[in-house]
Nanobody, 122 residues
């Protein structure tokens, strides 16, 4: 099973980026998928998740600026990031959690992508 994240890059504050994550090896159609991020010297933190039915949940720090979506037919999850701030700078990881229970906890996600760097300059 592999999760492949892409779409990171360097952007100025106020700009936008769209991250994508493609899963292969199994389908996550009925499972939760999420994005986490880790800034230098900090713990990995929850950003957003989306359940199989499409319901979403966001960290307060990104609410109203980021939008998570999924295409279950293509086994992908995306994160549209608008109004980016320097404090959004981090490595962003996609993750999948088997089952239909919502979680924001790193340890409860069993599948992880390799991460993609997002850098927001001021």
């Amino acid at each position: 099973v592999q999760l492949q994240a892409s779409g990171g890059g360097l952007v100025q504050a106020g700009g936008s980026l769209r991250l994508s994550c493609a899963a292969s090896g199994r389908t996550f159609r009925n499972d939760a998928m999420a994005w986490f991020r880790q800034a230098p010297g900090k713990e990995r933190e929850f950003v957003a998740n989306i359940m199989s039915g499409g319901s979403t949940y966001y960290a307060d720090s990104v609410k109203g600026r980021f939008t998570i979506s999924r295409d279950s037919a293509k086994n992908t999850v995306s994160l549209q990031m608008n109004s980016l701030k320097p404090e959004d700078t981090a490595i962003y990881y996609c993750a999948a959690r088997l089952g239909w229970v919502r979680s924001t906890t790193v340890s409860e996600y069993g599948y992880w992508g390799q991460g993609t760097q997002v850098t927001v300059s001021s």
